[in-house]
């Protein structure tokens, strides 16, 4: 995969294109990247994705701070990567380009610069100043500038559309089940480990402590759950704490996002490590003593190993 920050030397042979934020890279995007790789290898193009840095809210609507994406640049590079596309524009969003019309931006850039010869949108795609970029508007463009348009129509799961909002809801309220069938993979957080408190030492459950590489990435609600901690190549279970930690912890207003990695004991301060969600085991609460808490986390460590010792299938490889 090629990836183009500009469109100064882009060149794709009839290039099958498709536009989004893609945020997730859920299984609806995945079928439209399906669809774009099969158009492309039946006419002899190359697929290419087209997607934004930063994302296009951050630029339109800067004082709103609930933007909270699925996936960071990085994430959705990767993603794209392993989906098997030939080319991704990442294009900067700017105010400027932000007031181009659509059809400007057909026009100027999907014909213009990058010669697109097969468009494919998803069934809700709405793009461009005041979204004016829909599937009938974009189907005269193609007529009008000779280039083919194809729209994929909604995917259904479970009787339920696809889609990020969705997702955001099931990682906000823990189900991770729905999130992770939804998204085709397992929703994961990264970032770098910090020092704390190290109380957990005192207590026989030593934590990491996780600093996230993005400020917009969403993180789960407070609460302790099931997870795999990969680390320099290798994979280890877990449990993870998101919250306050009213047992140990007089600033009820600092979220901590610490994890106690199971048969582990190295020096991994600063190091850069990948946190995989897989089930939500309770709440955070409060606990009389630390002795109570101990005796819990002994009890969450318990489910934390059936649980995947019972669903092997899921895990990541």
Same mark, same amino acid.
């Given at each position: ?14 290039? /099958? ?11 609806? *995007? ?8 099969? #158009?492309?290898? $039946?006419?002899?193009? +190359? ?7 930063? *994302? ?24 794209? @990567? ?13 105010? +400027? ?8 931006? /057909? ?9 697109? *010869? ?5 069934? =809700? ?6 979204? $004016? ?11 009008? #500038? ?12 479970? +009787? ?8 955001? %809801?099931?990682?906000?309220?823990? =189900? ?12 994961? #957080?990264?970032?770098?480990?910090? @020092?704390?408190?190290?109380? &957990?030492?005192?207590? %026989? ?13 969403? /993180? ?11 680390? $320099?190549?290798?994979?280890?279970? &877990?449990?993870?704490?998101? &919250?306050?930690?009213?047992? /140990? ?16 004991? @190295? =020096? ?22 630390? =002795? ?19 669903? $092997? %299938?899921?895990?990541?490889?």
């Amino acid at each position: 995969m090629k990836i183009h920050r500009d469109l100064t030397n882009f060149h794709a042979h009839n290039p /099958v294109l498709t536009i989004g934020t893609f945020d997730g890279v859920h299984l609806g *995007h995945q079928k439209i990247i399906a669809r774009l790789n099969e #158009l492309a290898a $039946q006419t002899n193009g +190359e697929s290419v994705i087209f997607t934004f840095d930063p *994302h296009p809210r951050k630029v339109i609507a800067p004082e709103e701070t609930s933007l909270r994406v699925l996936t960071t640049l990085d994430e959705k590079i990767e993603l794209f @990567e392993q989906s098997g596309i030939d080319h991704l524009i990442i294009y900067p969003f700017t105010p +400027e380009f932000a007031q181009l019309s659509y059809g400007e931006f /057909v026009e100027q850039i999907l014909v213009g610069q990058i010669h697109t *010869h097969y468009l494919v949108l998803g069934y =809700d795609h709405k793009f461009g100043k005041n979204r $004016q970029g829909g599937f009938e508007f974009l189907k005269n463009c193609a007529d009008r #500038l000779g280039f083919h348009i194809e729209k994929i129509d909604v995917l259904l799961m479970n +009787e339920a559309n696809v889609s990020s909002t969705k997702i955001r %809801e099931a990682i906000q309220n823990g =189900d991770f089940k729905t999130a992770n069938s939804f998204l085709g993979h397992p929703f994961t #957080l990264h970032g770098t480990v910090v @020092e704390g408190q190290k109380l &957990g030492r005192k207590i %026989e459950f030593p934590t990491a402590n996780l600093e996230t590489s993005d400020a917009d990435k969403i /993180v789960p609600g407070y609460g302790v759950y099931a997870v795999q901690v990969k680390i $320099q190549e290798k994979t280890y279970e &877990g449990m993870l704490n998101i &919250g306050s930690r009213p047992t /140990v912890n007089h600033n009820a207003d600092h979220r901590s996002i610490e994890v106690n990695i199971f048969e582990f004991d @190295e =020096d991994i301060y600063g190091q850069f490590i990948e946190v995989v969600f897989y089930q939500k085991l309770r709440e955070e609460q409060k606990f009389p003593s630390l =002795d109570a808490l101990k005796e819990q986390l002994f009890r969450d460590k318990t489910e934390t190993k059936e649980f995947f010792r019972e669903n $092997q %299938e899921l895990l990541s490889k």
